[in-house]
């Protein structure tokens, strides 16, 4: 048995994902023409919300007609919203299954629209998650919203990363130095202090460069536009050894890290003794720079 059908779901060794009979169901969903039907779609979307990023920033619209007496007036607003999830949920990627220990990133964004983030462990997608503003949230500072969708990943995911050592990536770099911070209001002593329950390091990333937007792609792609190559003496090497790297179709080369131990394991499996071009002590200090980008 290759695949499995559970709760909604259709699990296989590729990952999960929502079960296509649901999405066809969302998919045939006419336009809602009442509150009613508008929150029984919500209800079924919002079951998958997990595969959609952004998804409470999408289904905004959707959910102020289910405030206590709004005027339900149908119009390109809500049309527009109410066929962008069923888009979205049709062409959800395959998230893949926690494997191990480790290895766990969270990427997290803010705006006025709402609260982001992604997890991913070892480069793949574990899950989306994402929340509307609360009244009371809608006046916060940029960096008070960004904290808050730190705290907001931290207790959704708190089976996953409890225990774990992990790391959190924000494009806001004064988030970086939150925990040494000793002027705090009562609102982030109380996210600090339930920062401290987690083994976690919070760093900066620019927001245009950032991995989650490249790694998260819904396309596949069928070659590389440019690969940038430090110390291409490395991959010279490799290339002598006939190993070879290829993108096909199904397949997404997004990173390659050479550390000592992938350099030991290229000695054991072919039996020679595998040297770099440079001395061991600057190989060393440039080992964890070695890295083969994508974009």
Known sequence: MEEIAFLGHVVSKEGVQPDPAQVKAIMEWEPPK?????????????????????????????????????????????????????????????????????????????????????LMQHGKVIAYASRQLRPHEINYPTHDLELAAIIHALKIWRHYLYGETFQIFTDHKNLKYIPTQKELNLRKRRWIELLKDYDCTIDYHLEKANIVANALSRKTVDHLASMICYNVEYLTALRAMDVHFSVGGDMLLATMQVRPSFKDKINGCTGKRFTFAENEDQSARREEQSVYNTR
Do not use: M
């Open 34 to 118: 009442n509150v009613s039907e508008v929150r029984s779609f919500l209800g079924l979307a919002g079951y998958y919300r997990r595969f959609v990023k952004d998804f409470s920033v999408v289904a905004k619209p959707l959910t102020n007609l289910l405030k206590k007496n709004a005027p339900f007036n149908w119009n390109d607003k809500y049309a527009q919203s109410f066929e962008e999830l069923k888009k979205r949920l049709t062409s959800a990627p395959i998230l893949a299954l926690p494997f191990g220990e480790g290895g766990y990133v969270v990427y997290i964004d803010a705006s006025r629209q709402g609260l982001g983030c992604v």
